[in-house]
């Protein structure tokens, strides 16, 4: 396509679509795998801290 200045490439209304649809989605995804590695994380310091107990 081109535009009136010359410019030839596409139009971003395409992307702009699929971000907004998508976006939610892997918002989600991110903070359900942040929650996970963040749970891991604080099970492993709490199994150090009754095994340094012990």
């Known amino acids: 396509m081109s535009s009136y200045d010359?410019?030839?490439g596409y139009s971003p209304g395409l992307e702009v679509i699929m971000v907004v649809m998508i976006g939610p989605l892997l918002a989600i995804i991110d903070i359900s795998l942040t929650?996970?590695?963040i749970y891991k994380e604080a099970e492993e310091a709490r199994r150090r801290a009754e095994n340094?107990?012990?």
Do not use: A, F, P
């Open 52 to 54: 340094k107990g012990v």
């Open 35 to 37: 929650w996970i590695r």
């Open 6 to 8: 010359g410019v030839i």
